[in-house]
């Protein structure tokens, strides 16, 4: 039987643009795994991966012009947003490369032997080493910065693992070029093109992560396509790590003093944030406790006068944007559900931005209105609202967990004054990253960064944005009683590659 052939199609129109590649078998598969397996010694070297991160991101910046075009032909997100996620995934491959050469990510920590302790301590020496072949799953809605050059691949191959890719549907042909681009840095430093494969294809991705020389693997998608791949990763006879983002509601809670203070200012932030991108943000709002009463009413005025100035838009793929028309008519038909602006389709390719409105009594028990807790990927948030903070505190206590919880507080609240303190705790076990006074759409790539929450926002307690995402690929390692001369370089008394580390107790830099 002749592999099936992967598409580049046009989300503008629906239409096939061009064939990019096949359907990888499960023979090129392994073909590809082994070939990233024999490249891992070329990663052994950290100044040599440090400047082949920095190479990468040079080669990306060199051929900005090309990919931003290949991006936005299979994704519609536009050149601005495209030029901007290409620069992000720069900064943080060059990030990486930084926290490689600083060495501190390796944990190096040294005990003498001690024999007046109890027990006695013998010589001890730990530090981690990279875990092998990582596979990669793109995701749709950020074609540089979540997948091929992303987050996942950058951190790799700075822990020294190399990387298999499996491509997103929505960008075959990026994701090639892209791939072709990166494996032009590697040549530079003289690192195999095996040190990042790419395969295309629904059935490559299952035997990628069942491949017994795959060692760990990240993803970023659906909670459907996620969990199926966690449980295989969890059922081969060596289960391995999954770091999965599988979605999140990203609850907001606006206080009644807050609404009383700004509500125009929140309404029209929640809008911006809750369409930036189409809607097609992982970290987009879609619930929103809001007070009723008349403060409440004006923050709901002023959101629809901005959603109503919103274009429509066209989101990724046709099948996303079936998925939204229907998921936004099923959530609209629920009795006691408004629609101030009613999402759904557009024209015949575009989607209408929206929002739904339904009292928070609602959601306090399961039900129908379950629904309304389930993430809608696209331009669309549910606001419920509350009469009271007992009402409110009913739904979050109902929510799973989230990349983010927000809250909107008064000035005074901020100050310390009202229930600001009573609300953050209540929304710290929901979420990996909570945030006042802001809006969750926008994900710095800092060392402070998380990015991940509790099930089903990812399948760890990993974050994977920011420096600590390194840690992901990482295993430690401890030697006893080893000899100077037979201990990793890493692990000398003497120090000689200049790492951080932690001497007997005492941290030296």
Not at 482 to 498: I, K, V, Y
Request: net charge negative.
């Amino acid at each position: 039987m002749a592999a099936a052939p992967v598409w580049s199609v046009d989300p503008r129109t629906g239409k096939q643009r061009e064939q990019v590649a096949v359907e990888a078998t499960a023979q090129e598969v392994d073909a590809a795994v082994r070939a990233a397996h024999a490249a891992r010694g070329a990663l052994a070297d950290r100044t040599v991966r440090a400047a082949f991160l920095r190479s990468a991101a040079d080669q990306l910046e060199g051929a900005k012009e090309y990919l931003v075009e290949a991006a936005d032909a299979e994704t519609a997100l536009g050149p601005v947003r495209l030029t901007g996620e290409l620069a992000r995934t720069c900064y943080q491959l060059r990030a990486f490369a930084d926290i490689v050469d600083e060495g501190e990510f390796l944990g190096v920590v040294i005990n003498h032997p001690d024999d007046t302790a109890t027990p006695p301590i013998p010589d001890l020496r730990r530090y981690k080493v990279p875990l092998g072949v990582v596979a990669v799953y793109s995701a749709s809605n950020f074609p540089f910065a979540f997948s091929v050059p992303g987050g996942d691949t950058a951190s790799a191959l700075a822990a020294g693992c190399p990387v298999v890719v499996k491509a997103h549907p929505d960008h075959p042909g990026l994701s090639e070029l892209v791939a072709s681009v990166l494996r032009r840095a590697a040549a530079q430093h003289d690192i195999p093109d095996g040190v990042l494969g790419l395969v295309h294809g629904f059935d490559a991705g299952v035997e990628l992560v069942r491949h017994p020389l795959v060692t760990a693997a990240g993803f970023t998608g659906s909670v459907r396509g996620g969990r199926a791949l966690f449980d295989a990763a969890a059922a081969r006879p060596a289960p391995i790590p999954f770091h999965g983002e599988l979605g999140s509601l990203n609850p907001v809670v606006i206080t009644e003093a807050a609404a009383a203070e700004r509500a125009e200012a929140i309404g029209t932030g929640l809008a911006g944030s809750m369409t930036l991108g189409v809607g097609q943000f992982c970290v987009k709002p879609g619930l929103v406790l809001a007070p009723a009463g008349a403060s409440g009413d004006r923050l709901i005025k002023s959101l629809t006068d901005a959603v109503s100035d919103t274009d429509a838009g066209v989101l990724l793929d046709h099948r996303m944007r079936d998925n939204f028309v229907a998921g936004v008519a099923e959530r609209a038909e629920l009795p006691d559900v408004d629609a101030p602006v009613t999402p759904g389709a557009g024209s015949e390719h575009t989607v209408s931005p929206g929002f739904l409105t339904v009292p928070a009594e609602r959601l306090a028990a399961e039900g129908e209105y379950d629904l309304l807790l389930e993430e809608c990927f696209g331009p669309v948030t549910v606001v419920a609202r509350y009469e009271d903070e007992a009402e409110a505190n009913a739904v979050l206590a109902r929510l799973p967990g989230n990349l983010t919880a927000t809250v909107h507080l008064s000035t005074e609240e901020t100050a310390g004054e009202g229930r600001g303190a009573e609300i953050l705790a209540e929304l710290t076990p929901l979420a990996g990253r909570v945030l006042v006074n802001a809006w969750p759409t926008g994900v710095a790539v800092a060392p402070a960064q998380h990015h991940g929450g509790p099930y089903p926002a990812t399948t760890s307690t990993s974050t994977s944005v920011g420096g600590t995402a390194i840690e992901r690929w990482l295993r430690p390692v401890a030697y006893q009683n080893t000899p100077e001369a037979l201990l990793p370089a890493e692990l000398r008394d003497d120090n000689p590659l200049g790492l951080p580390r932690r001497y007997d107790g005492r941290l030296e830099r």
